[in-house]
């Protein structure tokens, strides 16, 4: 029976058997790679097939032999035989292969091919630079071919700086080539030797209409981490890449010193008259770190339940004995889950999150605990449960919305304006539930949108008729607006029936005939891809289309350098402490150009807590919540 595996298919080896018993024989496809190393030969006298053996000219029989019910001798045995041959140096295979007489033969080893994959490995597997000295690994390499050299540690690290130098060099070519705008993060990280790091990725939609976020430094910063040296690191590798005319604009968090940072970087790029609209767009802050500004004001006001719950949590789970009481307990009340309890961070809101979403669930067996448990004093009481279902229900949307914007795909504010809109009528709603939404102020909203739009389009496209087309009002039927009332995507939906007004019949802009087009189907638009949906539409719409590859590029949080954190901190570990910084940015850097930002799900987890949770956050920035909203 043929054992075969199919593995090396691109293998054949055609064999035309020469029996004069079968004038007819046809030509056989040999797929399975041991026929690199056996030929078959005429059948013999029994009638059965026989392969020989090219090292030892040893004679195999094959196939099966004649008659229904003969015996199959497959070809498990050759298998066998091709590691036992002394002439074969089967475990030479990698560098074997026939020449055109059918004869093995040694394949010549490409030392500098072999030293750059091996270059490669050590950048996507956070290998050590000493791995190539490991005593080990050499007699591995070793045995595997005594012509394959491993490198010094020494040359390992300049090959990876060639494979760095040859990734850039493409990266710049990219950059230098796409026809739009490019939008930048930044943000500081201190390594595990209390070394100071600053990251700027790059995000843009390329030629080919993909959205594409790469590192484009992972730099040692010396202290002070002020304003003014921050913008400079910036600024030189906004001019070592070529792209400080490319810029439109760069997301930051909420720091003291990031304000400070932008300003400066905003000046040296008016000086040079390449910001669109003064760089009226182009300060963006982290909505990651809004969100949790947010959401630790509203924490405050019911800080005593969570304190309750909290410590209610600590004291079941502080011991074995307490533990096993406990699930009495629910057994008693009757409690059916498989979700146990969870204990929270007090600095990261979304742990406070799920410690509620369990806690909750247990309400009776805590009550039943505090019946039969003296020691335990933190038993909440029943308002507090009340309060603490309330600000579940407040985090639920706030939590959604993070899991989405700090994903791995970077979203940009096409996916998040419907969270932020869900959010801010829940904020409204719980101002005062009797309140409607007032309809005159969601109109000048809407209008204040449109004029921002018409001004940032005026610097791509045609600028006839824009000042009358900007100046122009939304109108919609004053009844309909006064029975509008509620929250959600209801109110978005009495928004989509607002007609613009048209502009002049002679002249039109894009910007112009694209608002007069019918509204697209809200379902649809869920699932619709915005950036294939301009590529479809360029032609159309050729300077529009560039805009919105602008626009749509811009980040709404800084997780692509939280990410790249992930990674450093993977590079710069207690065991590799003193790795020097240039190689720390060669390694990050060339691990993102060739891999982008490949993570396993605890780093993505991990990047989620550091996103809300930054030491840095100002809190003193409360007012600017208010503005975003």
């Not at 540690?153 to 990219?174: G, T």
């Not at 030629?207 to 590192?215: A, D, E, M, S």
């Not at 304003?227 to 070529?242: N, Q, R, S």
């Amino acid at each position: 029976m043929d054992d075969s595996n199919g593995t090396n298919e691109h293998i054949e080896d055609v064999v035309e058997v020469n029996d004069p018993a079968e004038p007819s024989q046809k030509k056989t496809k040999l797929t399975s790679d041991v026929w690199l190393y056996f030929k078959k030969i005429s059948r013999a006298k029994d009638g059965i097939e026989r392969a020989e053996c090219k090292g030892c000219k040893k004679p195999f029989k094959v196939g099966s032999t004649p008659g229904r019910k003969g015996k199959n001798y497959g070809i498990s045995h050759l298998h066998r035989h091709k590691y036992q041959c002394p002439m074969l140096k089967v475990h030479d295979l990698g560098q074997m292969f026939l020449n055109q007489e059918g004869k093995m033969q040694s394949r010549k080893i490409d030392q500098w091919t072999h030293r750059s994959i091996l270059a490669e490995a050590v950048i996507k597997h956070n290998l050590p630079y000493s791995f190539v000295e490991y005593d080990r690994i050499k007699s591995w390499v070793n045995y595997i071919s005594p012509d394959v050299k491993m490198p010094s540690r020494n040359i390992c690290v300049a090959d990876v700086k060639k494979v760095y130098v040859r990734e850039k060099e493409k990266l710049k070519q990219i950059l230098a080539k796409i026809p739009n705008k490019v939008c930048l993060t930044s943000d500081c990280w201190t390594s595990s030797n209390s070394e100071g790091y600053i990251c700027s990725t790059a995000q843009f939609v390329d030629k080919n209409w993909r959205l594409v976020c790469k590192i484009l430094n992972f730099c040692r910063m010396y202290p002070p981490h002020t304003g003014v040296e921050l913008a400079t690191a910036i600024y030189d590798c906004l001019k070592e890449w070529g792209i400080d005319k490319k810029v439109f604009s760069i997301t930051l968090d909420n720091a003291t010193a990031n304000d400070s940072l932008q300003n400066i970087l905003k000046g040296h790029l008016r000086l040079q008259k390449s910001l669109l609209c003064d760089g009226e767009f182009f300060h963006v802050r982290c909505s990651a770190h809004i969100l949790n500004l947010i959401v630790q004001e509203g924490l405050k006001a019911a800080s005593d339940s969570l304190f309750s719950i909290r410590e209610s949590v600590k004291y079941v789970k502080g011991s074995n004995g307490r533990k096993q009481k406990f699930e009495q307990c629910v057994k008693e009340v009757g409690i059916e889950t498989n979700l146990g309890l969870r204990l929270d961070v007090s600095t990261r809101w979304n742990s406070t999150y799920m410690m509620l979403d369990s806690a909750l669930q247990y309400e009776k067996a805590f009550a039943s605990l505090h019946l039969i448990d003296r020691n335990y004093t933190y038993c909440p009481t029943l308002n507090q449960w009340r309060r603490a279902e309330k600000i579940f229900q407040f985090l639920e949307p706030f939590y959604e919305t993070t899991n989405l914007i700090s994903g791995s795909s970077y979203p940009t504010s096409n996916l998040y304006f419907m969270q932020v809109w869900r959010i801010e009528c829940m904020l409204n709603e719980n101002l005062n539930n009797e309140d409607e939404l007032d309809s005159v102020s969601a109109q000048e909203k809407i209008e204040h949108v449109k004029n921002k739009l018409y001004k940032l389009y005026d610097h791509y496209g045609n600028k006839q008729n824009i000042a009358s087309a900007s100046s122009s009002t939304l109108t919609t039927p004053s009844e309909e607006r006064s029975k509008s009332k509620g929250t959600g995507f209801k109110i978005f939906d009495e928004f989509k029936a607002f007609e613009n007004v048209s502009a002049s019949n002679d002249g039109k802009s894009e910007l112009d005939i694209y608002l007069e087009e019918p509204k697209l189907d809200f379902e649809k638009f869920r699932e619709m891809d915005v950036i294939m949906y301009w590529k479809n539409h360029s032609g159309k719409y050729p300077d529009l289309s560039v805009m919105a590859r602008d626009v749509l590029s811009i980040p709404i949080t800084t997780v692509a350098s939280e990410s790249a954190f992930s990674i450093g901190g993977r590079v710069l570990t207690k065991y590799r402490s003193c790795i020097h910084h240039e190689n720390v940015q060669t390694l990050v850097a060339t691990r993102n150009w060739l891999h982008g930002f490949t993570q396993t799900q605890s780093d993505k987890d991990d990047n989620v807590k550091a996103t809300l949770s930054e030491a840095d956050l100002d809190m003193s920035d409360n007012v600017m919540v208010l503005d975003m909203l």
